[in-house]
């Protein structure tokens, strides 16, 4: 692949040979590129996903067996992924960004119906597309790319730039439209700036003008949209149309109480009072059938999660895998919290899937390929290029 | 345009810059965690309580369980009203695949004709709650089932299903006596106990069948279903049986019911059999019916127009509803009266010359015989149906008395203890023309009542009634329908009567009964063609009714006005006279004068009673029992 780079004529990164001289033995883990602790961590959090999976479609064993081929399919790329080089990851950036954004276009032109929303791209017999998915890491992979060239912390200047590289594909994915994932897209990027060091003024400024452009905001939403926020706001004014998913998983968790009903033993759940409950609403079924208590065990391993996501983001040596390892870390907590926010009533419904439990292979593979990224800057930490 | 150089990266510092935002983004991390985790243990622990009864109620549902309807039977045990099994066509439109293939498929298996196939379709997409089936068609006959059965693999969400429908075997001749159910409406749904009528489709609207709702209906049972967000049963978590409704059983003879309905042969007109010890309404016909069966499945608006508009008035209960003036039927009431108050003596004679005058006035009230009958008694009187005699008996009375002695016969009031739209009719008196025209009454008015003329009407269940107590010798009896509730007797004592009529000299009545005798089997008597070859003693009066006028608005063709404005002829009857076993009164509208067909009518459900009913003895033997009782 011929090597693209940001700016012609110029390394990427200074030359800077590893700091032991001393070669060590490499772990077998070092080797294949992933994290013990994180990857044992996914894969508890994917298994305990397939057994309440199990439970939320209805006891339907050909759904757990798909997720688990999934689950195989992305773990693969997963592991594929790691074994790049940050380098590497680097001068793809741009060039993944602008077939994402090529393909958003496309999309956009000739965009699939499906769901109403116009999301996949079809190439008839061979592959079903989300663009808006892999925009997830191409657009903090865009982001970070820039900035760690830059002086940092970033300036207007630098900030005018990433607006246009992250408001171009956000914009893109909103017109779809779907605004969760083009939410999640531009948290991403902002992770990125904000980890960059963006100084605390710039910040408070840009929040009191996102605040003042809110209701902007809300004279573009579409009609389902604006209907969401509303029910958000008093699920009880529409209790069979909108407002039912929240009244539902609400009755349901809370009917949940400390212990839970039991696994398959959930009423709301089992007779089908939850609507998407093995998709975006499954986090319902977990609360009813395992409690505050499942609940909490379910947080505390995606906390771990994020904490050891971090860690490893603090490790990177280069600036870029950190932006982008710390970006993709932060971005997995925002499905998190979003997703359980929204079911239990905190937030509006916006279609996040709980991480690694929701049913659906597109979100899983996205999720796995980030954490193959992150895995890969931890693990060719010492081997930097020459 | 490129971006410019940068000359000053400081890797370190960009380290620790990271470092602290790093850092801060865990705490931002925990804070939100804590958050929805405070969330969490609020809606697990605090609101625990709320959504476990929410969720409870959520997947719990209680559904109610009709009742099986009562059954109804003659007093012989002839079934009248029965539920039958019937099977409907429903559709769950959640499970079809192809609406429109399904339904197109259906209208080839069922051969439906064009017209229906239109309100089948728009059936199908009738609103309904998610789940519920939509009825398509009831009542499917059994090679429709059969080929639905055939065909089930092709046909999902397509369901036959059993329900009982009430259904009367004999609906033409019972038609208004029984009544019939039929779906509940807005109204009716407002005074109903929601929690016993919840499961049922169906109430009593017409005759028996509204009279003994209570009866018949029954008790609701309910049963707790687990179901779905759908409203699909999942299974059941407890039931309470439905108490059925009671097995009444009526005092009506299938048979002579039927006789009644066939003497009218189709002409307009009521007949009402009476067993005059007890009040048992034997048979009460009213003719033209119609097909009560119609009614239960849902009538069509065209079918139910036709019987609405139908000059023959099929839909109204001439027995109990019908007010025909009397005619001279009230003669011998008339005759008991004037022996009652002491005005007359059996014995008596008047001379007729063909009219009465009052005193003072000019003119003439005339018989019906031109030239009079002249020497004429009480008993001669009745059969030869003088009215001269009578005018001058009620001017003598005079319209209090009168009122008063016809009202202890029942005239004038609702007689029935259990018919439901009794009509009271009109018995007349000072005060009723006062309320009702604020005239006085005049003398000559009295005189047109005293032949059952003027403003006195009946319907033909009171002069049976009235008939039954004349026979009774005065002790009032209540008609009444209902024989047994369930395997009980239905009490015949029975509150607020009016008082017996008692005369001075009880031979008295012999000699009114006498005189009745005459009718049909006297010399002279008007009845006399059909009171030949008795072999029982029967008393009977004819009567005559006058049709008065048409309503302004009414257009008839010429031949249907002549029909229409030709006499009532009624009768009454009761027999045998030494001990009466029933008593009749018939009326024909617009039978014309004569009253040989009216009184043939009646002689023909008298001879039936008393020579062809095989249990006229176990009849005998109850009215025996029920004398003792009453002591």
Same mark, same amino acid.
């Given at each position: 692949?011929?090597m ?24 077998? #883990? ?20 397939? @057994? @309440? ?9 050909e ?10 399919? *992305?773990?693969?790329?997963? $592991?594929?992924?790691a ?36 999301? #996949? ?40 730039v990433?607006?246009? $590289? ?11 439209p ?20 963006l ?10 003008? *996102? ?32 407002? #039912? ?8 968790i ?45 947080? *505390? ?34 499905y ?11 937030l ?17 593979v ?21 | ?21 790093? &850092? ?25 309580? !709320?959504?476990?009864t929410r ?14 309807r ?10 009248? =009203? ?9 559709l ?8 429109d ?17 239109? =309100? ?17 068609m ?11 059965a055939v ?5 999902p969400?397509?369901?036959v299903q059993?329900q ?5 075997p ?27 009528? %919840? ?5 009593g ?12 209906h ?27 409704? +009671?097995?009444l ?45 119609q009614? !239960? ?6 079918s139910?127009?036709? &019987? ?31 022996l ?28 019906w ?14 059969? !030869? ?11 003598d ?6 009122h ?31 309320a009702?025209?604020?005239q ?8 047109? !009542? ?16 009235a ?85 302004q608005?009414?257009?008839?063709d ?17 027999a045998p ?11 024909? +509208?617009? %039978? ?6 009216? =009184? ?32």
């Amino acid at each position: 692949m011929p090597m693209i780079d940001l700016v012609p004529g110029r390394r990427a990164y200074p030359v800077k040979p590893p700091q032991s001289g001393i070669s060590r033995k490499r772990s077998l #883990w070092e080797r294949i590129h992933l994290d013990p602790w994180l990857l044992a961590m996914l894969l508890v959090l994917m298994l305990s996903g397939l @057994v @309440v999976l199990y439970s939320a479609s209805g006891q339907r064993l050909e759904v757990v067996i798909a997720q688990g081929v999934r689950f195989g399919v *992305a773990l693969t790329g997963m $592991l594929i992924i790691a074994q790049f080089s940050p380098a590497t990851l680097l001068r793809w950036a741009l060039p993944a960004y602008l077939v994402g954004l090529a393909m958003l276009v496309a999309v956009e032109v000739m965009g699939d119906m499906g769901m109403g929303a116009q999301r #996949w791209l079809v190439i008839p017999g061979v592959v079903r597309f989300q663009p808006s998915e892999m925009m997830k890491l191409a657009v903090p992979m865009m982001v970070s790319a820039w900035l760690c060239r830059r002086e940092l912390p970033p300036r207007w200047r630098d900030l005018g730039v990433c607006a246009v $590289l992250i408001g171009a594909p956000v914009l893109l994915i909103a017109r779809q439209p779907d605004l969760g994932t083009s939410l999640l897209v531009a948290m991403a990027a902002v992770f990125v700036i904000l980890l960059a060091g963006l100084s605390w003024r710039i910040i408070l400024l840009l929040g009191a003008l *996102a605040a003042s452009a809110l209701p902007l905001l809300w004279m573009n939403m579409h009609d389902y949209q604006r209907q969401r926020v509303l029910t958000f706001l008093d699920p009880e004014s529409d209790p069979l149309g909108a407002g #039912w998913n929240i009244i539902q998983s609400t009755t349901a968790i809370g009917s949940g109480g400390l212990w839970g009903k039991g696994w398959l033993q959930g009423t709301q759940s089992q007779l089908e009072f939850l609507p998407e409950r093995h998709t975006d609403f499954i986090v319902a079924v977990l609360g009813e059938e395992f409690g505050l208590v499942g609940m909490l065990a379910f947080l *505390a391993l995606y906390l771990l999660i994020v904490c050891r996501g971090l860690w490893l983001a603090g490790a990177a040596q280069e600036t870029f895998g950190r932006l982008l390892a710390g970006s993709i870390i932060l971005t997995f907590f925002i499905y998190v919290f979003v997703n359980v926010g929204m079911v239990s009533g905190i937030l509006p419904v916006v279609g996040v899937p709980l991480p690694l439990v929701s049913y659906g292979g597109t979100s899983s593979v996205t999720l796995l390929a980030g954490f193959g990224i992150l895995m890969a800057i931890h693990s060719h930490r010492r081997l930097l290029p020459r | 345009m490129r971006p410019p150089r940068d000359t000053l990266k400081n890797p370190e510092q960009e380290l620790r810059v990271f470092r602290l935002r790093a &850092l801060l983004a865990i705490v931002v991390v925990l804070a939100l965690t804590g958050l929805l985790a405070g969330r969490l243990a609020y809606l697990q622990i605090v609101q625990h309580e !709320v959504y476990s009864t929410r969720s409870e109620k959520n997947r719990v549902r209680v559904e109610p369980l009709p009742p099986t309807r009562g059954l109804i039977y003659d007093r012989n045990g002839v079934l009248l =009203a029965e539920n039958r099994p019937t099977y409907n066509l429903t559709l769950v439109r959640e499970r079809v695949d192809d609406l429109d293939e399904t339904l197109a498929l259906l209208v080839e298996l069922l051969e439906l004709p064009e017209d229906k196939q239109q =309100a089948f379709r728009e059936r199908s997409r009738q609103r309904q709650r998610p789940f519920q089936p939509a009825l398509l068609m009831s009542d499917l006959d059994e090679e429709q089932i059969a080929r639905l059965a055939v065909n089930r693999h092709r046909l999902p969400g397509v369901e036959v299903q059993a329900q009982l429908l009430r259904y009367y075997p004999d609906a033409e001749v019972m038609s208004h006596v029984l009544g019939y159910v039929g779906r509940i409406n807005a109204e009716e749904l407002e005074d109903l106990d929601a929690g016993d009528y %919840a499961g049922t489709h169906f109430i009593g609207k017409t005759g028996v069948e509204r009279f003994y709702e209570d009866v018949l209906h029954g008790q609701a049972g309910l049963r707790k279903v687990e179901t779905n967000a759908r409203g699909r049963v999942l299974r059941e978590l407890g039931r309470t049986d439905p108490i059925p409704g +009671e097995t009444l059983t009526l005092t009506l003879d299938h048979e002579l019911q039927r006789l009644a309905v066939e003497l009218l042969d189709g002409r307009r007109g009521a007949i009402v059999a009476v067993a005059p010890q007890t009040g048992e309404i034997l048979a009460m016909a009213s003719v033209p019916g119609f097909d009560t069966n119609q009614f !239960v499945t849902g009538i069509d608006v065209a079918s139910y127009r036709a &019987l609405q508009d139908d000059i023959d008035l099929p839909l109204f209960n001439r027995a109990i509803r019908g007010s025909y003036p009397a005619g001279s039927t009230i003669k011998p009431f008339m005759a008991i009266t004037g022996l009652k108050e002491g005005e007359i003596t059996p014995d008596e004679v008047i001379y007729d010359p063909g009219y009465y005058q009052l005193p003072n006035d000019s003119r003439r009230y005339r018989n019906w015989l031109r030239w009079g009958h002249g020497r004429v008694d009480l008993e001669r009187a009745l059969a !030869v149906s003088n009215n001269t005699y009578f005018y001058s008996l009620a001017h003598d009375l005079g319209i209090d008395r009168i009122h008063d002695s016809l009202s202890r016969f029942g005239f004038g009031q609702r007689v029935a203890a259990d018919v439901a739209g009794e009509s009271s009719a009109l018995l007349p008196s000072r005060d009723w023309k006062r309320a009702r025209f604020n005239q006085p009454w005049y003398p000559g008015e009295t005189l047109s !009542v005293g032949i059952g003329q003027g403003y006195l009407q009946i319907t033909p269940l009171q002069l049976a009634t009235a008939t039954a107590v004349l026979a009774n010798r005065g002790d009032w009896v209540q008609p009444r329908l209902a024989l047994e509730i369930g395997d009980a007797p239905v009490p015949t004592e029975l509150p607020d009567t009016p008082p017996d009529i008692e005369l001075d000299n009880p031979v008295w009545w012999e000699r009114v009964y006498s005189g009745m005798e005459k009718v049909l089997s006297g010399r002279e008597g008007t009845a006399r063609r059909s009171g030949a070859g008795l072999e029982y003693r029967m008393a009977g009066k004819s009567g005559t009714a006058q049709v008065f006028s048409l309503g302004q608005d009414e257009k008839y063709d010429a031949e249907e006005l002549q029909e229409r404005l030709r006499d009532h002829a009624l009768f009454m009857a009761f027999a045998p006279v030494d001990n009466p076993q029933i008593a009749v009164s018939v009326i024909v +509208e617009n %039978a014309g004068g004569g009253s040989s067909q009216t =009184a043939g009518l009646a002689r023909a459900m008298t001879d039936f009673w008393l020579l062809e009913r095989q249990d006229g003895e176990a009849l005998a033997a109850r009215q025996d029992a029920s004398e003792e009782e009453g002591g």
